[in-house]
Protein backbone atom coordinates (compact mmCIF):
# COMPACT_ATOMS: atom_id res chain seq x y z
CA UNK A 1 0.00 0.00 0.00
CA UNK A 2 0.96 3.52 -0.82
CA UNK A 3 1.78 5.97 1.77
CA UNK A 4 1.53 9.51 1.68
CA UNK A 5 2.44 12.47 4.50
CA UNK A 6 1.32 16.23 3.94
CA UNK A 7 3.13 19.33 5.63
CA UNK A 8 3.02 22.76 4.48
CA UNK A 9 -0.57 23.99 6.10
CA UNK A 10 -0.67 27.43 7.60
CA UNK A 11 -2.52 30.60 8.43
CA UNK A 12 -2.60 32.80 5.58
CA UNK A 13 -4.36 36.14 4.46
CA UNK A 14 -6.48 36.91 1.31
CA UNK A 15 -4.07 36.75 -1.92
CA UNK A 16 -1.50 35.17 0.23
CA UNK A 17 0.25 31.56 -0.91
CA UNK A 18 1.04 28.73 0.75
CA UNK A 19 2.84 25.71 -0.57
CA UNK A 20 1.87 22.19 0.50
CA UNK A 21 4.35 19.29 -0.04
CA UNK A 22 3.37 15.62 -0.45
CA UNK A 23 6.38 12.99 0.27
CA UNK A 24 5.00 9.39 -0.65
CA UNK A 25 6.73 5.83 -0.22
CA UNK A 26 7.08 3.53 -3.12
CA UNK A 27 9.01 3.24 -6.21
CA UNK A 28 9.25 5.69 -8.77
CA UNK A 29 9.86 3.01 -11.31
CA UNK A 30 6.10 2.16 -10.83
CA UNK A 31 3.42 4.22 -12.78
CA UNK A 32 1.10 5.93 -10.43
CA UNK A 33 -0.66 9.39 -9.68
CA UNK A 34 -0.59 11.69 -6.70
CA UNK A 35 -3.45 13.69 -5.72
CA UNK A 36 -4.29 16.54 -3.81
CA UNK A 37 -7.75 16.86 -2.53
CA UNK A 38 -9.80 19.57 0.35
CA UNK A 39 -12.50 19.11 2.90
CA UNK A 40 -14.36 21.68 4.16
CA UNK A 41 -16.09 21.71 7.94
CA UNK A 42 -19.60 20.55 6.52
CA UNK A 43 -18.81 19.46 3.45
CA UNK A 44 -17.50 16.59 1.03
CA UNK A 45 -14.17 15.85 0.36
CA UNK A 46 -13.47 17.23 -3.60
CA UNK A 47 -10.68 16.79 -5.64
CA UNK A 48 -8.22 19.51 -6.36
CA UNK A 49 -5.28 18.05 -8.42
CA UNK A 50 -3.75 15.46 -9.72
CA UNK A 51 -0.27 15.07 -10.86
CA UNK A 52 1.39 11.64 -12.38
CA UNK A 53 4.90 10.35 -11.15
CA UNK A 54 5.56 8.70 -14.86
CA UNK A 55 4.73 12.12 -17.33
CA UNK A 56 3.82 14.77 -14.96
CA UNK A 57 0.90 15.49 -16.66
CA UNK A 58 -2.11 17.40 -14.54
CA UNK A 59 -5.94 17.74 -13.91
CA UNK A 60 -7.28 20.85 -11.99
CA UNK A 61 -10.51 21.38 -10.29
CA UNK A 62 -12.06 24.75 -11.90
CA UNK A 63 -11.85 26.81 -8.94
CA UNK A 64 -8.23 26.45 -8.68
CA UNK A 65 -7.18 26.63 -12.57
CA UNK A 66 -4.45 29.59 -12.64
CA UNK A 67 -4.20 30.10 -9.45
CA UNK A 68 -2.72 26.21 -8.21
CA UNK A 69 0.15 24.14 -8.90
CA UNK A 70 1.34 20.76 -8.89
CA UNK A 71 4.64 19.52 -9.40
CA UNK A 72 6.92 16.44 -8.91
CA UNK A 73 10.24 15.96 -7.63
CA UNK A 74 10.75 12.15 -8.41
CA UNK A 75 14.29 12.36 -6.62
CA UNK A 76 12.62 13.16 -3.31
CA UNK A 77 9.60 11.12 -3.87
CA UNK A 78 7.68 14.41 -3.16
CA UNK A 79 4.97 16.26 -4.82
CA UNK A 80 4.14 20.30 -4.23
CA UNK A 81 0.98 21.97 -4.09
CA UNK A 82 1.70 25.83 -5.04
CA UNK A 83 -1.20 27.63 -3.90
CA UNK A 84 -1.61 31.09 -5.02
CA UNK A 85 -4.21 34.00 -4.99
CA UNK A 86 -5.50 32.42 -1.85
CA UNK A 87 -9.54 33.13 -0.82
CA UNK A 88 -11.55 32.66 2.09
CA UNK A 89 -13.02 29.44 0.57
CA UNK A 90 -10.06 27.86 -0.10
CA UNK A 91 -10.08 26.98 3.63
CA UNK A 92 -9.88 23.22 4.27
CA UNK A 93 -8.07 20.59 5.92
CA UNK A 94 -6.22 18.81 2.64
CA UNK A 95 -4.92 15.80 2.13
CA UNK A 96 -2.54 13.82 -0.93
CA UNK A 97 -3.30 10.21 -1.64
CA UNK A 98 -1.67 8.24 -4.15
CA UNK A 99 -2.85 5.52 -6.65
CA UNK A 100 -1.29 3.12 -8.68
CA UNK A 101 -3.01 3.93 -11.71
CA UNK A 102 -0.95 5.70 -14.90
CA UNK A 103 -3.16 8.74 -15.50
CA UNK A 104 -4.68 11.47 -13.59
CA UNK A 105 -8.07 12.16 -12.05
CA UNK A 106 -9.86 14.06 -9.31
CA UNK A 107 -13.00 11.91 -8.78
CA UNK A 108 -12.46 10.93 -5.68
CA UNK A 109 -14.11 7.63 -5.97
CA UNK A 110 -11.11 6.05 -7.42
CA UNK A 111 -8.82 7.06 -4.28
CA UNK A 112 -8.13 5.06 -1.55
CA UNK A 113 -4.57 5.95 -0.05
CA UNK A 114 -4.89 9.07 1.92
CA UNK A 115 -2.74 10.61 4.25
CA UNK A 116 -3.48 12.48 7.38
CA UNK A 117 -4.47 16.00 5.92
CA UNK A 118 -2.72 19.25 6.74
CA UNK A 119 -4.54 22.31 7.69
CA UNK A 120 -5.08 25.54 5.50
CA UNK A 121 -6.86 28.89 6.73
CA UNK A 122 -7.45 31.87 4.66
CA UNK A 123 -8.41 34.47 6.95
CA UNK A 124 -7.26 38.06 7.83
Known amino acids: QLQVVESGGGLVQPGGSLRLSCAFSGSTSDKYAIGWFRQAPGKEREGVSC????????TYADSVKGRFTTSRDNAKNTVYLQMDSLKPEDTAKYYC?????????????????YGQGTQVTVSS
Open 51 to 58: ITTSSGST
Open 97 to 113: AAERIPYCTIATRVWHS
